[in-house]
């Protein structure tokens, strides 16, 4: 039976795009400006309240969002960018894009993201910037990252693509520290289908962010134009920007749900008894994580499948799931650059062994008791 055919096929994640959204979106396309507007500003205006009044632009991808703001800092040829090699790709080929070298630092396997006690010795006279990453939502220790970044004057690209609505010690991810980047695709918390926001410290830096967005233009009076650096074509749409407006009131109420199943998967494990099977689940927060996805990793050394194997019998269960992330060093074209097999053993086995359980916000406790019912099963199934 294929997917489509399924009625009852629970993907791993699914937007929730209300109709007051969708009449939004219509008007704007009858409105006679479709491309970045007046909803582009309303949306940076409203994504700057919510990080503590701080300048934010919006932008067509949570990628071009970090390697613009690696270019406001700077850095460039020469220059090292210590970063985690368990993300989506894209928060290390910004490195290489403008030139400048990544240097991955192992993770911590009980968090997932950058192992903060290893950064420092991997500081070197070259080193501009540390790039975490809150994978899942999880977010990396800010007090401790700020104290090392401070302690070596190094810039912090915060990769937060996925903790739109999480929290540092009460305050919101992007209202506090230096860059923060965050991801508005499809599968995030809220989605603008495409699309991104960069949060920076000043209006000076503001500025520059608009000329990387669009081809390095400045304007003044009616006429007045100049280029004087090489920016790109990065620009949101309106009617990008009027389906992320329709999702930001919804965000606080995207997270508790997300929270509530979260809090459903870990009850669900518990009564499974899948400590037993060697399963790992993520860590127990419920005080700063946005619950982006909720991930497990599977036991290699007590099963006789791989996790393609899993995959594929959730699969034929009508249960989606996905792959965040295989270690970046060990794709071709790190591997060209020098990264090899051993070199981050954590992210490794964490790359060859996580696993993305559905985790959407009209998902029901039934669904997750569904999921996990039919996980341990299959691990009881193939049980080494
Ligand atoms: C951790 C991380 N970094 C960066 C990105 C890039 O965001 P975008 O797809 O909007 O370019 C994503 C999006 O999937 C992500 O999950």
Same mark, same amino acid.
């Given at each position: 039976?294929?997917?489509?055919?399924?009625?009852?096929?629970?993907?791993?994640?699914?937007? $929730?795009?209300?109709?007051?959204?969708?009449?939004?979106?219509?008007?704007?396309?009858?409105?006679?400006?479709?491309?970045? @507007?007046?909803?582009?500003?309303?949306?940076?205006?409203?994504?700057?309240?919510?990080? #503590?009044?701080?300048?934010?632009?919006?932008?067509?991808?949570?990628?071009?969002? /970090?390697?613009?703001?690696?270019?406001?800092?700077?850095?460039?040829? @020469?220059?090292?960018?210590?970063?985690?090699?368990?993300?989506?790709?894209?928060?290390?080929?910004?490195?290489?894009?403008?030139?400048? &070298?990544?240097?991955?630092?192992?993770?911590?396997?009980?968090?997932?993201?950058?192992?903060?006690?290893?950064?420092?010795?991997? %500081?070197?006279?070259?080193?501009?910037?540390? *790039?975490?990453?809150?994978?899942?939502?999880?977010?990396?220790?800010?007090?401790?990252?700020?104290?090392?970044?401070?302690?070596? +004057?190094?810039?912090?690209?915060?990769?937060?693509?996925?903790?739109?609505?999480?929290?540092?010690?009460?305050?919101?991810?992007?209202?506090? @520290?230096?860059?923060?980047?965050?991801?508005?695709?499809?599968? &995030?918390?809220? $989605?603008?289908?495409?699309?991104?926001?960069?949060?920076?410290?000043?209006?000076?830096?503001?500025?520059?962010?608009?000329?990387?967005?669009?081809?390095?233009?400045?304007?003044?009076?009616?006429? #007045? /134009?100049?280029?004087?650096?090489?920016? @790109? &074509?990065?620009?949101?749409?309106?009617?990008?920007?009027?389906?992320?407006? #329709?999702?930001?009131?919804?965000?606080?109420?995207?997270?508790?749900?997300?929270?509530?199943?979260?809090?459903?998967?870990?009850?669900?494990?518990?009564?499974?008894?899948?400590?037993?099977?060697?399963?790992?689940?993520?860590?127990?927060?419920?005080?700063?994580?946005?619950?982006?996805?909720?991930?497990?990793? *599977?036991?290699?050394? +007590?099963?006789?499948? &791989?996790?393609?194997?899993? /995959?594929?019998?959730?699969?034929?269960?009508?249960?989606?799931?996905? %792959? +965040?992330?295989?270690?970046?060093?060990?794709?071709?074209?790190?591997?060209?650059?020098?990264?090899?097999?051993?070199?981050?053993? +954590?992210?490794?086995?964490?790359?060859?062994?996580?696993?993305?359980?559905?985790?959407?916000?009209? /998902?029901?406790?039934?669904?997750?008791?569904?999921?996990?019912?039919?996980?341990?099963?299959?691990?009881?199934?193939?049980?080494?």
């Amino acid at each position: 039976m294929t997917t489509a055919a399924r009625s009852d096929y629970l993907p791993f994640t699914r937007p $929730t795009i209300d109709d007051e959204t969708i009449a939004g979106v219509a008007e704007v396309l009858r409105s006679g400006w479709i491309t970045t @507007g007046p909803q582009v500003a309303k949306f940076e205006a409203q994504l700057s309240a919510y990080c #503590g009044g701080r300048p934010v632009r919006v932008f067509n991808s949570g990628t071009c969002t /970090m390697e613009i703001a690696l270019r406001i800092a700077g850095i460039g040829p @020469g220059d090292e960018v210590i970063t985690t090699p368990l993300t989506w790709v894209a928060t290390s080929n910004v490195i290489l894009a403008v030139g400048a &070298k990544p240097v991955f630092v192992d993770i911590n396997p009980i968090t997932r993201t950058i192992d903060l006690d290893r950064v420092e010795a991997a %500081v070197t006279k070259a080193t501009k910037a540390i *790039l975490p990453v809150d994978l899942a939502g999880l977010p990396v220790d800010r007090t401790r990252l700020y104290e090392i970044a401070k302690r070596h +004057h190094l810039r912090v690209i915060e990769d937060a693509a996925q903790a739109f609505g999480s929290t540092w010690r009460g305050q919101p991810i992007g209202s506090i @520290g230096d860059f923060v980047s965050f991801s508005f695709h499809a599968n &995030k918390n809220i $989605t603008c289908i495409e699309g991104g926001a960069l949060v920076l410290n000043n209006e000076a830096e503001a500025r520059l962010a608009e000329q990387y967005r669009l081809q390095g233009v400045t304007r003044s009076g009616r006429d #007045g /134009m100049d280029v004087n650096l090489v920016g @790109g &074509k990065f620009n949101l749409t309106d009617v990008a920007a009027r389906v992320g407006l #329709g999702q930001l009131p919804r965000l606080a109420e995207f997270t508790a749900a997300r929270r509530t199943l979260a809090e459903a998967y870990f009850e669900c494990f518990a009564a499974f008894a899948a400590d037993d099977l060697g399963l790992q689940l993520p860590v127990v927060d419920f005080a700063t994580s946005n619950w982006h996805m909720f991930q497990v990793v *599977l036991p290699e050394q +007590h099963l006789r499948v &791989k996790r393609a194997e899993v /995959m594929e019998h959730l699969h034929a269960a009508g249960i989606g799931t996905g %792959v +965040h992330y295989p270690a970046i060093h060990l794709f071709s074209l790190y591997r060209r650059h020098g990264w090899k097999d051993g070199d981050f053993p +954590h992210a490794e086995y964490a790359g060859r062994n996580i696993l993305t359980l559905p985790l959407f916000p009209t /998902m029901t406790r039934d669904d997750v008791k569904r999921v996990v019912t039919t996980l341990v099963a299959i691990l009881k199934q193939f049980r080494a």
